[in-house]
């Protein structure tokens, strides 16, 4: 992995490239332990295991920005279709000395945004309709400089992996459960049988648990690491804040129902679907709070006028 934002004119963020590391090796860890432990208990299922592991692992990273597209129902805009939205990204991208990612647009309400791929020349930066329409041009831009922040520092390809490794452990906990490998020899291996039916589930647990806490841990973390980046690099952090505090306020007037389907793609969002009550509830949110971002960008825009 690169040093955070070392090819470009966002600023450097050792304390996000050293949680970056730390947490892909840690889950790095988990995911090799537990699929070592998936072949010394079901020996004779072992070519499969690897297989599913390896395939799902390599196909996920490749194709993380198609998934994540077409899951969020996001579709590529050109710079006739969307003039000021390409117009702003090149002119961040110039000030940046990046490359610009691919621009899409989704057809949804909730005003929000979000960053994927697996490095900045395969990247896609995606705005809602219902945040074009709400946003002043400002106010775009530093939303947009967020996103592209994450491009930048690599976080997304970081949380793109860290994520998946987790429900990759789950699935291959079904594969074995399901696929009968458990028990597929019962007359010799009813033990060892039994002994795996128990342990790999509670394993598989464990694994989930903590890939989940440490992501949350990681998604808080950038998102922070986004908001001092764009507010550096626009030098317009009250823009930033006042794009914050929009669209978190409408956010919570979206109904219920949309908000839910949106959640499970949270990590990668401006700001998380929720509803005002979910907000305040929300311990192991994957962003921080408002005020917190909004402190942190008051303390940036008092540092910039002095």
Request: charged share 15%.
């Amino acid at each position: 992995m690169s040093s955070s934002g070392q090819h470009t004119r966002f600023a450097p963020d050792r304390g996000l490239t050293s949680r970056m590391v730390g947490t892909m090796f840690v889950i790095g860890l988990l995911y090799v332990g537990f699929t070592g432990l998936l072949i010394a208990l079901l020996r004779g299922a072992w070519p499969l295991i690897v297989l599913i592991s390896g395939g799902l692992f390599v196909a996920q990273f490749w194709f993380s920005d198609k998934i994540t597209e077409r899951a969020m129902g996001a579709h590529r805009v050109t710079e006739e279709q969307y003039p000021q939205l390409h117009g702003t990204i090149d002119r961040l991208c110039a000030l940046a000395d990046m490359p610009k990612p691919r621009v899409a647009v989704a057809d949804n309400d909730m005003p929000n945004a979000f960053a994927t791929g697996r490095n900045p020349q395969n990247a896609v930066v995606c705005v809602t309709t219902g945040l074009l329409r709400r946003l002043e041009p400002e106010e775009l831009e530093g939303v947009l400089a967020h996103e592209l922040s994450h491009v930048a520092h690599r976080d997304v390809a970081v949380m793109t992996i860290a994520g998946f490794l987790g429900v990759l452990a789950g699935a291959m906990t079904r594969v074995a459960v399901y696929g009968g490998f458990m028990g597929g020899n019962r007359n010799s291996n009813d033990q060892n049988a039994a002994i795996a039916a128990l342990i790999i589930p509670l394993v598989s647990i464990a694994v989930y648990a903590i890939s989940f806490l440490l992501t949350r841990l990681l998604s808080r973390y950038r998102e922070l690491a986004a908001d001092r980046a764009a507010a550096q690099l626009t030098g317009r952090p009250s823009a930033l804040a006042s794009a914050l505090t929009k669209v978190t306020g409408q956010i919570a007037a979206i109904p219920t129902e949309d908000l839910r389907r949106a959640q499970p793609y949270n990590a990668f969002y401006f700001a998380p679907a929720l509803s005002a009550k979910e907000t305040a509830s929300q311990l192991l949110s994957t962003h921080p709070t408002l005020e917190k971002r909004l402190a942190q960008l008051a303390e940036i825009s008092e540092q910039l006028g002095r």
